[in-house]
């Protein structure tokens, strides 16, 4: 089965910052794979689809990229609004699991 | 626009099945293209798939969970559902529907709100 690694776990960064998230899949999906932004007590929102098309509506100061076993999500400048937990997600092989989330907090 | 509701008991005895409904407004389901799933989260943890339907049928279950899940649809009601069954307090969690866009390569880009699922007697 295949297994997805995100790192850091947490994240601590200030307003403005640049900051990049890391989801790596134990064999390779193409580009297969999605990210989420969860805040508490809310459903998740797809941000990223196919590792790197951003939805309608989600800022362009979010993106993503990679391929085949090493993906990330960026996020070019942090706003007040995106402190919240991020999720990759793989759709490959009929086994659309989760890597464990990656918190990421006001410094 | 695409709405998902979750709908089932909020409180279920362990050893028991836990059920529940996901009703899609706004489209539907009878399409080739879409994918629905089921997806859950414990109290303070992460999100963890629970397993998916696609097109006449076709599911795909978290291997973890495989022996005790069970999808199905009813095209008649725009409806898909969940049974777990031989739940124990570990099931407890809120329990999410979703669905993708037109293909799986979308992502899930429409999610019910959530049902809390308690597991106790």
């Known amino acids: 089965d295949i297994q997805l690694t995100q790192s850091p776990s947490f994240l601590s960064a200030s307003v403005g910052d640049r900051v990049t998230i890391t989801c790596r899949a134990s064999q390779g999906i193409n580009y297969y794979l999605a990210w989420y932004q969860q805040k508490p007590g809310k459903a998740p929102k797809l941000l990223i689809s196919a590792a790197s098309t951003l939805q309608s509506g989600v800022p362009s100061r979010f993106s993503g990229s990679g391929s085949g076993t090493e993906f990330s999500l960026t996020i070019s400048s942090l706003q007040p609004e995106d402190f919240a937990t991020y999720y990759c997600q793989q759709l490959n092989s009929y086994s659309y699991i989760f890597g464990q989330g990656t918190k990421l907090e006001i410094k | 626009q695409l709405q998902l509701q979750e709908s089932g008991p909020g409180l279920v005895k362990p050893s028991e099945t836990l059920s529940l409904t996901c009703t899609v407004s706004?489209?539907?389901?009878?399409?080739?293209?879409?994918?629905g799933g089921w997806i859950r989260q414990p109290p303070g943890k992460g999100l963890e798939w629970v397993g998916t339907?696609?097109?006449?049928?076709?599911?795909y279950y978290n291997p973890s969970l495989k022996s005790r899940v069970t999808i199905s649809e009813d095209t008649s009601k725009n409806q898909f559902s969940l049974r777990l069954s031989s739940v124990t307090a570990a099931d407890t969690a809120v329990y999410y529907c979703?669905?993708?866009?037109?293909?799986?390569?979308?992502?899930?880009?429409?999610w019910g709100q959530g049902s809390l699922v308690t597991v106790s007697s």
């Open positions: 339907i696609y097109y006449i049928g076709n599911t």
């Open positions: 979703a669905r993708t866009g037109p293909g799986i390569l979308t992502g899930f880009g429409y």
């Open positions: 706004g489209g539907s389901i009878s399409s080739s293209s879409w994918y």
